[in-house]
C-alpha cells in the first residue's frame, strides 16, 4: 500500500475514532442525572462515584477504539488494493461503532443499580395535531427540488455528447480514473441526493410523530420550549438537507464541467463555492448546538428536566432499544443519544429502519466495489 | 391546551381524558370545528393503550361532543351534549356535592367552591 494511503487511512481512523469517542462520551451525559447512561440517578452519585465509572468508560472506549483501527490498518496493509481498503475503512467504522456500543451497554448496566424511581404519575399532553406541513418552507422545497431536478435534467439532455470515457474519481496514487459512460457512472450521484432527501425527511417525519410527553406541573411551558426545539430541529435539518444538495448537484454536474468544453471554467468557481459552503455550514451548525443547549437550560429551569420518562420496563441493551407492543407510538423520545428512537415492535419502524440501513448498500453500489 | 392524566386518579384514565376534553369544550378552549389528535398520537403522548383513547373518543362521540374520523383524528361537533333529562344531568353533580359535605365542609365554604369552578370553566367560554 502506499505512503500516501497509509497515511489517508491512518487520517481516517483517527477522524472516525473521534467521532465515535466524542458521541458515546456524549450520551451518558446528554440528560444529565436525568438520564446518565439512560437511567435516572441522584445528584450525589451523578457527581460523586458516577465520575469515577465514567471516568473508567471513558478509558475503556478509547482503548477498544483504538485497538479495533490499528487492527483494522494491519488487515489493510496486509490486503493492499484500493478495494480491500474501502471495504476495510467501511468494515471498520462498523466495528468501531459496534465496540463503543457494547462498552456503553455494560457500563449501563453497571449504573442501573443506583436508578433513582419517578414517584410522581401524572403526565399531561397538548392536544395541537402536529402535521409535516405545519414545519415546511415551501420557498425552500422547491429550491431543493429544483436543484435535485435540474442536473438530472442536464445530465439526461447533455447524455448523448458525453464521450464514451468519462472522468470517474482519483485512485490511491492521486490519479483520475476514466470509466466507460453508463447509467451508474453518470447518474449514480443523482440517485444518491435523491435517497438522501428522503432519508432526512423521513427523519424530519420521526422527530415530529415522535412521542411528546410533558409532565403534569408546569406543562404548558415545557411545551412551549419542546415545540421551539421542535422547530428549531425541523429547520435544521431543512438546512441540512438543502447543504447536501448543493454539494452533490455540484458533484454530480462535475463529469458535465470536466467534459463539455465551454462549461470547464465551472469547475473553480464550484469548487470555491463549495468550500464556503461548507464553512457556512459548520457555523451554522454551532449556531444550531447554542440554541438547543439554550433550550434545554430552560427546560431545565420550568421543569427541572429535558425528558418525562416512560415505560421504563420498555427499554433494553443500556435503555437504548425499545420494545413495546402496546405502545402505539412508532418514534419514541429516548432517555440518551439524539433523542429520538423506534418502537422495534412496530412494523412501520422496521420499514424506516431498512429505509435507512439502505444507505451503505448504495455508497457500495456508488462506489462501484461490486 | 393541554390534557392531564394521572395513574393515582381513581378514575379510570379514559374517565380523565373524557372529562379533560369534556372541561375544554365547555370553557370555549376547544371551538366547534377544532380538530383533536388521531387516537395514535394521543395514545403514544399519554403512553396509554390505543383501546383506552378510542375508548374516550367513542364516549364524547355518543354524548354528541366529537366527530371521530378514521386515521385522521376527531373533530368538535358540539358544545351541547345529546339530550339528557335533568335528573340525569343532576346525579354526577348530586354525587360530587354528597362528597364535599361529607368531608365535613361548610355550606358557604361548598358555594364558594362551585362558583370558583364554575367561573374557572367558562372563563373562555362565550
Redo the contacts between chains.
Keep these: 500500500m502506499k505512503t500516501m494511503t497509509i497515511l489517508l487511512y491512518v487520517f481516517m481512523s483517527v477522524m472516525n475514532i473521534g467521532i465515535v469517542s466524542a458521541f458515546y462520551e456524549w450520551m451518558p451525559l446528554s440528560r444529565r442525572e436525568e438520564a446518565f447512561f439512560g437511567v435516572p440517578v441522584g445528584p450525589g452519585f451523578y457527581s460523586g462515584e458516577g465520575r469515577h465509572l465514567l471516568r473508567r468508560y471513558r478509558l475503556w472506549l478509547v482503548a477498544m477504539l483504538i485497538a479495533v483501527e490499528a487492527a483494522s490498518l494491519s488487515v489493510s496493509i496486509y490486503l493492499d488494493g484500493l478495494p480491500s481498503v474501502v471495504f476495510m475503512r467501511m468494515a471498520s467504522s462498523l466495528a468501531v461503532t459496534a465496540a463503543a456500543f457494547f462498552i456503553y451497554v455494560i457500563f449501563s448496566r453497571r449504573v442501573q443499580p443506583f436508578e433513582v424511581k419517578e414517584e410522581k404519575r401524572a403526565v399531561a399532553s397538548s392536544l395541537r395535531l402536529r402535521r409535516l406541513s405545519d414545519y415546511t418552507n415551501i420557498t425552500l422545497e422547491v429550491i431543493v427540488s429544483v436543484l435535485t431536478i435540474a442536473p438530472i435534467a442536464l445530465l439526461i439532455y447533455y447524455y448523448p455528447v458525453l464521450p464514451d470515457r468519462i472522468p470517474a474519481h482519483f485512485d490511491s496514487r492521486g490519479e483520475m480514473v476514466w470509466e466507460a459512460k453508463s447509467f451508474t457512472s453518470i447518474f449514480s450521484l443523482s440517485v444518491l441526493a435523491i435517497y438522501l432527501q428522503g432519508f432526512f425527511l423521513l427523519f424530519k417525519y420521526a422527530m415530529l410523530k415522535a412521542t411528546m410527553t410533558l409532565p403534569a406541573e408546569r406543562a404548558e411551558e415545557y411545551l412551549d420550549c419542546k415545540e421551539e426545539s421542535l422547530r428549531l430541529t425541523a429547520r435544521f435539518l431543512d438546512h441540512f438537507r438543502f447543504g447536501i444538495i448543493v454539494l452533490l448537484s455540484l458533484v454530480s454536474m462535475e463529469v458535465f464541467f470536466r467534459t463539455v468544453e465551454r462549461v470547464q471554467t465551472i469547475i473553480i468557481s464550484s469548487i470555491a463555492f463549495s468550500i464556503v459552503a461548507g464553512i457556512a455550514g459548520l457555523l451554522l451548525l454551532n449556531r444550531y448546538m447554542n440554541r438547543w443547549a439554550t433550550i434545554d437550560r430552560r427546560l431545565r429551569e420550568v421543569a427541572g428536566k429535558t425528558y418525562v420518562q416512560r415505560q421504563v420496563a420498555r427499554w433494553r441493551i443500556g435503555r437504548l432499544v425499545y420494545y413495546n407492543r402496546e405502545d402505539p407510538a412508532v418514534f419514541v423520545e429516548t432517555p440518551v443519544g439524539p433523542g429520538l428512537t423506534l418502537n422495534l415492535a412496530r412494523l412501520r419502524a422496521w420499514v424506516c429502519l431498512a429505509y435507512w440501513a439502505a444507505l451503505p448498500l448504495l455508497v457500495i453500489w456508488i462506489l462501484r466495489i461490486v | 391546551?393541554?390534557?392531564?392524566?394521572?395513574?393515582?386518579d381513581r378514575r379510570p384514565i379514559y374517565q380523565q381524558i373524557v372529562d379533560e376534553?369534556k372541561a375544554?369544550i365547555a370553557g370555549g378552549r376547544?371551538r366547534e370545528g377544532a380538530?383533536?389528535?388521531?387516537?395514535?398520537?394521543?395514545?403514544?403522548?399519554?403512553?396509554v393503550?390505543?383501546n383506552t383513547v378510542a375508548t374516550a373518543y367513542r364516549e364524547l362521540q355518543n354524548e354528541g361532543l366529537i366527530a371521530v374520523r378514521h386515521g385522521s383524528?376527531a373533530v368538535v361537533a358540539s358544545r351541547t351534549l345529546n339530550e339528557k333529562t335533568e335528573g340525569e344531568l343532576r346525579k354526577p353533580l348530586r354525587a360530587a356535592l354528597t362528597q364535599l359535605v361529607l368531608s365535613d365542609i361548610p355550606r358557604a365554604e361548598i358555594m364558594k367552591i362551585v362558583a370558583d369552578e364554575l367561573r374557572g370553566l367558562l372563563k373562555g367560554a362565550k
Excluded: K, S
Design positions: 391546551m393541554l390534557i392531564r392524566v394521572d395513574t393515582d376534553i375544554l376547544l380538530t383533536l389528535p388521531p387516537v395514535r398520537q394521543l395514545a403514544a403522548d399519554l403512553g393503550n390505543l383524528g
